[in-house]
T-cell receptor, first 117, second 114 residues
Framework: GAVVSQHPSRVICKSGTSVKIECRSL??????MFWYRQFPKQSLMLMAT?????????EQGVEKDKFLINHASLTLSTLTVTSAHPEDSSFYIC?????????????FGPGTRLTVL | AQTVTQSQPEMSVQEAETVTLSCTYD???????LFWYKQPPSRQMILVIR??????QNATENRFSVNFQKAAKSFSLKISDSQLGDAAMYFC???????????FGTGTRLKVLA
C-alpha cells in the first residue's frame, strides 16, 4: 500500500515553455501533498505544501507564480513550471500523506527529472 | 529553529557486516517523529524506519534498527548483515508537528563492499 506515482519520469523542454508534472496517490487519499526539489548530491528542499481544495503554501524563496501547484482532488496534485529556464532543471519529487496529523508519514513518488534546454 | 544534522557524508561497510549511520537533531517540540529514508540510485525515496518520540523503545524493522537517545537528541540507524542492495543515500528526517513538514538532513552515502 501507500504508493505514489509521478508522471512524467523525465521531461526535456525548451526554454520559455511550461511543463506540468503530475503526482498521484494510487491507493490512498492524500489530504496533503508536498513538492520537493533535489539538486545533484544534495538533500531534498521543500518547495511547497498543498492541501486538497486550498491554495498551496510556498516556502520562502520559492516563486509561486513560477511554480504553480494545484491539488484538485484527494489523489492528484500537479506542479506546473511556467516559462521554464535552464536553471529550473532539477529533480522534482512529490510526496503525499494521509492527513496533517501529528504522526504523518510521507510517501514519496519516484521523481521527475526536468531538463530545460 | 529545528535542524537535522548528518555528520557522515559517506560511509562504507563490508557485505554481511554492521554499520551505524549517525543523526542528531534539534527541536523544541515534545511530540515529534523521526524517520530514516533510503534513496537508491533510482532516486525513489523509501521509508526505512520511523520512531515516535514518546516511545522509549527503539524501533526495529528486520535488519534495520535505531538507537534513539532523546535526551541527547540522537537518532542513529544500524544496519545489520549489510547487503549490496543497501547501498544508497540515507536521509534522516524530523517531522515537525507544528508545520506538518519534514526537515531532512544532508544525507549519508552508504557504500557496500563485496
Amino acid at each position: 500500500g501507500a504508493v505514489v506515482s509521478q508522471h512524467p519520469s523525465r521531461v526535456i523542454c525548451k526554454s520559455g515553455t511550461s511543463v506540468k508534472i503530475e503526482c498521484r496517490s494510487l491507493d490512498f487519499q492524500a489530504t496533503t501533498m508536498f513538492w520537493y526539489r533535489q539538486f545533484p548530491k544534495q538533500s531534498l528542499m521543500l518547495m511547497a505544501t498543498s492541501n486538497e481544495g486550498s491554495k498551496a503554501t510556498y516556502e520562502q524563496g520559492v516563486e509561486k507564480d513560477k511554480f504553480l501547484i494545484n491539488h484538485a482532488s484527494l489523489t492528484l496534485s500537479t506542479l506546473t513550471v511556467t516559462s521554464a529556464h535552464p536553471e529550473d532543471s532539477s529533480f522534482y519529487i512529490c510526496s503525499a500523506s494521509v492527513g496533517a496529523t501529528t504522526e504523518d508519514t510521507q510517501y514519496f513518488g519516484p521523481g521527475t527529472r526536468l531538463t530545460v534546454l | 529553529a529545528q535542524t537535522v544534522t548528518q555528520s557522515q557524508p559517506e560511509m562504507s561497510v563490508q557485505e554481511a557486516e554492521t554499520v551505524t549511520l549517525s543523526c542528531t537533531y534539534d527541536t523544541s517540540e515534545s511530540d515529534y517523529y523521526l524517520f530514516w529514508y533510503k534513496q537508491p540510485p533510482s532516486r525513489q525515496m523509501i521509508l526505512v524506519i520511523r520512531q515516535e518520540a514518546y516511545k522509549q523503545q527503539n524501533a526495529t524493522e528486520n535488519r534495520f534498527s535505531v538507537n534513539f537517545q532523546k535526551a541527547a537528541k540522537s537518532f542513529s540507524l544500524k544496519i545489520s548483515d549489510s547487503q549490496l542492495g543497501d547501498a544508497a543515500m540515507y536521509f534522516c528526517a524530523l517531522y515537525d508537528s507544528g508545520t506538518y513538514k519534514y526537515i531532512f538532513g544532508t544525507g549519508t552515502r552508504l557504500k557496500v563492499l563485496a
